[in-house]
């Protein structure tokens, strides 16, 4: 997958909170985005109010913050193209499931181990569903997930594992 599918060109500020449409382009064609939100003006919409920091503060993409998406400065030059565009699919996961069920992932997060979240699990799920769709094969999303630095490999192991019997529900 090259840069230039998903990613505009664009200096990227560190700490600079930007609209994501500013950095992105075709989300809106995301297979993952298109099951999650099937009305295209919805889906738009729901662009339209999604933020991205890159931040050298951040060391992994995350929700935390529920006004942005954190992402660590480097991941702008220093990402593989297929997994930068399956963590943005992932974040946005995230977003969605916090505007729809309300999620606080703080909470989620001390409640559960990050390789059974079920929360993680389904955004995984959803980002091998976009892996291939986007021809990027079961082993290059296997080595995206080896790619967590903050889980060792037996968490990893079963981070993948559980990913792959993760049933995705039909809403």
């Not at 997958?1 to 505009?8: A, P, V």
């Not at 991205?52 to 951040?58: A, E, Q, Y």
């Not at 080595?143 to 060792?152: A, G, R, W």
Request: aromatic share 14%; charged share 35%; hydrophobic share 35%.
């Amino acid at each position: 997958m090259k840069m230039s599918y998903f990613l505009k060109t664009i200096k990227i500020k560190p700490g600079k909170i930007y609209p994501i449409l500013k950095i992105f382009k075709n989300l809106e064609k995301s297979k993952v985005l298109k099951i999650l939100i099937p009305e295209k003006n919805k889906r738009t919409a729901f662009l339209k109010k999604q933020k991205i920091v890159f931040s050298r503060k951040c060391s992994c993409c995350n929700v935390l913050n529920e006004k942005y998406i954190s992402f660590p400065h480097n991941y702008w030059n220093e990402s593989p193209a297929y997994g930068f565009y399956l963590d943005i699919i992932h974040e946005l996961t995230h977003c969605w499931q916090r505007e729809k069920e309300n999620i606080n992932f703080r909470n989620l997060a001390r409640k559960f181990e990050y390789w059974e979240n079920p929360k993680e699990l389904e955004a995984y799920a959803h980002g091998l569903i976009e892996a291939k769709s986007k021809g990027i094969s079961k082993k290059q999303f296997k080595d995206y997930i080896e790619e967590d630095d903050f889980l060792n490999k037996k968490q990893i192991e079963l981070l993948y594992r559980n990913i792959l019997k993760f049933k995705i529900s039909k809403k």
